[in-house]
C-alpha cells in the first residue's frame, strides 16, 4: 500500500511540474489579471463589461476589496497560497494539497479558491470565524459550488440565518447604490458560457448543459447524505481546475450528524481529523 500510495503521489506531482513551471516563469496570472482590472474599473462604470480576456462575475464590494488586496505583488499572493495550508491541521491533507494540480492551478492563476476551501474546511468543524467568512464569501463571491455547504450551515446551524439575513440584506442594499445591480445579475445569468472552457473538466465538457439539472439533482442527494465535498462539485454547472480543492470536505471521520454542530471546534481529537473510511 506504501508502494502504492508513493506512485500516486509522483504522478500527482508530475502533473504540477508545467503549472509549477509557469509559477516561476512569470506566466500570466488570468485571474490576478482580472482582479487588478476589475478593482480599476469600478470607479469608471465598466466593471460588468465583459470582454475575453476581462471575466468577472463577483460582487461589486469583492471588487472594492481586490483593490487592497491587488496593491500586494502577485509573488507574494501566490506565497500565501501555500502559506494556508498548515491551517488545515492536518499534515497529510496539507501535503495532498500542495502536490495536487488544483492547488497550482490556483496559484498560477491568482485565484482564491484554496482559501475557500480552508475556510470551508473549518466552518463545517463549527469554527465560528470561519463560519462567518463562508456565508460572506457565498454572498460576495457566488459560486454554485459553495451552495450545498452554505445551506448545510444555515440548515443545521439556525443561529447563523439571523446574521446571514441582515448582510444579505444589507449587501443588496450597497450593491443597488453602487448602480451596478442589473449589471452584476446579467453577468451572473451569463455565466455558463464556462461550460465551453477548455478547463472545463466536468461532465458538462461532454454532456454540455444537460448535466445541470442532473448535476443539481446529485448535489441535493449528496447534500443530504452530508458529502458536502462531492456535492460541492456535483451543483456546479463546469469544473474547473481549482474547483476540485473543495473536496478537502470529505476527509473527515463522520457523517454530518449531531456530532459535527456549532460547538465542535478546531480543538477536536485527532480521530476527528482523519479520513472516512465507513
Known amino acids: 500500500m506504501a508502494a502504492v500510495l508513493l506512485v500516486l503521489a509522483m504522478l500527482s506531482l508530475y ?4 503549472l509549477i513551471q509557469a509559477v516561476f516563469s512569470g506566466y500570466y ?3 490576478w489579471e482580472n482582479f487588478r482590472q476589475a478593482a480599476a474599473r469600478l ?4 466593471l460588468y463589461n465583459l470582454s475575453y480576456p476581462y471575466i468577472f462575475r463577483w460582487s461589486p464590494l469583492a471588487a472594492w476589496i481586490l483593490g487592497f488586496v491587488t496593491l500586494m505583488p502577485l509573488w507574494l499572493w501566490q506565497v500565501l497560497h501555500v502559506a494556508v495550508l498548515p491551517v488545515l491541521r492536518v499534515w497529510w491533507l496539507a501535503a495532498v494539497c500542495l502536490i495536487s494540480a488544483p492547488l497550482w492551478f490556483d496559484i498560477q492563476t491568482g485565484n482564491i479558491m484554496i482559501f475557500v476551501a480552508v475556510t470551508a474546511f473549518w466552518a463545517l468543524r463549527g469554527n465560528r470565524v470561519a463560519t462567518a467568512l463562508f456565508l460572506v464569501l457565498t454572498v460576495l463571491v457566488p459560486r454554485p459550488l459553495m451552495l450545498p455547504l452554505a445551506v448545510w450551515l444555515l440548515w443545521n446551524r439556525p443561529e447563523w440565518r439571523a446574521p446571514f439575513a441582515v448582510f444579505f440584506a ?4 450597497l450593491v443597488s447604490l453602487s448602480g451596478y445591480g442589473l449589471e452584476w445579475v446579467s453577468s451572473l445569468l451569463s455565466a455558463g458560457g464556462e461550460v465551453a472552457s477548455p478547463f472545463n473538466l466536468g461532465p458538462s465538457a461532454l454532456i454540455g448543459y444537460f448535466w ?3 448535476g443539481a439533482a446529485l448535489a441535493i442527494w449528496l447534500t443530504v447524505r452530508g458529502r458536502l465535498g462531492l456535492a460541492s462539485l456535483a ?6 481546475p481549482y474547483y476540485f480543492l473543495m473536496l478537502v470536505l470529505e476527509f473527515r471521520s463522520s457523517r454530518l450528524d449531531s456530532g459535527m454542530s456549532s460547538s465542535w471546534s478546531p480543538g477536536a481529537s485527532r480521530e476527528d481529523m482523519t479520513p472516512d473510511t465507513e
Open 15 to 18: 502533473s504540477c511540474i508545467p
Open 29 to 31: 496570472a488570468f485571474d
Open 43 to 46: 470607479d469608471q462604470g465598466t
Open 170 to 173: 444589507a449587501h443588496t442594499v
Open 212 to 214: 445541470v439539472p442532473i
Open 235 to 240: 451543483i456546479s454547472p463546469y469544473w474547473l
